[in-house]
């Protein structure tokens, strides 16, 4: 069985300043998918930022960017020039690529951008 | 517009009173997903479907039921909720397993 953890409960950036978010997988797959997701206080799940384990280059969309160690099953999420509309929850998941199930997510950390 | 539908978003109920939460996709997704949302434990799968008709558990199946008779429908029943089905569920759609999967508003149950 997979498991994510995300050992960062809670985090608070300045706005425009620079935050990672650390994310650790447990897998026995080889070859599997890792997402970044936000949760604003909309509730809404909105998709961050996807990475393919076989893909040595990280992604980055705009801001976000991840640093994916696969050895180490690390895959932390950096946000640049940090805005008040980053203040969410998020989350990190995992999934394999085989037919069948679904995303594994962590227990989520909490950001909070100050002004 | 492709989106995922949940209804209600905000439901209170009694403990033994049988409920059901729609979802609908309008994306033509094979894979359809229900989890509940915890603090501190993320969200979690209940139950996903590939197919019409074709339905599995997923970590925390119990006190829930699926059906997916139609490719675009994946309600989830509470035959008899309770207390510890209080809860943030979430319905999600997607393509296949490691495309983007795509959320509903979220339901909020309380279970009284």
């Known amino acids: 069985a997979q498991t994510v953890t995300q050992s960062q409960p809670e985090m608070s950036v300045q706005e425009a300043e620079t935050v990672t978010l650390s994310c650790t997988y447990d897998?026995?797959?080889?070859?599997?998918?890792l997402f970044w997701y936000k949760q604003p206080p909309s509730r809404q799940m909105i998709l961050v930022i996807r990475?393919?384990?076989?893909?040595?280059q990280n992604a980055t969309e705009n801001r976000f960017s991840v640093n994916f160690q696969k050895a180490a099953k690390s895959f932390s999420l950096k946000i640049s020039d940090s805005q008040l509309g980053d203040t969410a929850m998020y989350f990190c998941?995992?999934?394999?690529?085989?037919?069948?199930?679904?995303?594994?997510f962590g227990g989520g950390t909490r950001l909070m951008v100050k002004p | 517009e492709a989106q995922v539908t949940q209804n209600p978003r905000y439901l209170i109920t009694v403990t033994g009173k049988k409920l059901t939460v729609t979802c609908s996709q309008n994306m033509n997704h094979e894979y359809m997903s229900w989890y509940r949302q915890d603090p501190g434990l993320g969200l979690r799968q209940i139950y996903y479907s590939m197919n019409v008709e074709v339905t599995d558990k997923g970590d925390v199946p119990e006190g829930y039921k699926v059906s997916r008779k139609e490719k675009r429908n994946f309600p989830l029943i509470l035959e008899s909720p309770s207390p510890n089905q209080t809860s943030l569920y979430f319905c999600?759609?997607?393509?296949?397993?490691?495309?983007?999967?795509?959320f509903g508003q979220g339901t909020r149950l309380t279970v009284v």
């Open positions: 999600a759609s997607s393509l296949n397993t490691v495309t983007e999967a795509f």
């Open positions: 897998t026995s797959e080889s070859n599997y998918y």
């Open positions: 998941a995992f999934i394999p690529n085989n037919a069948g199930n679904m995303l594994t």
């Open positions: 990475q393919e384990a076989y893909k040595q």
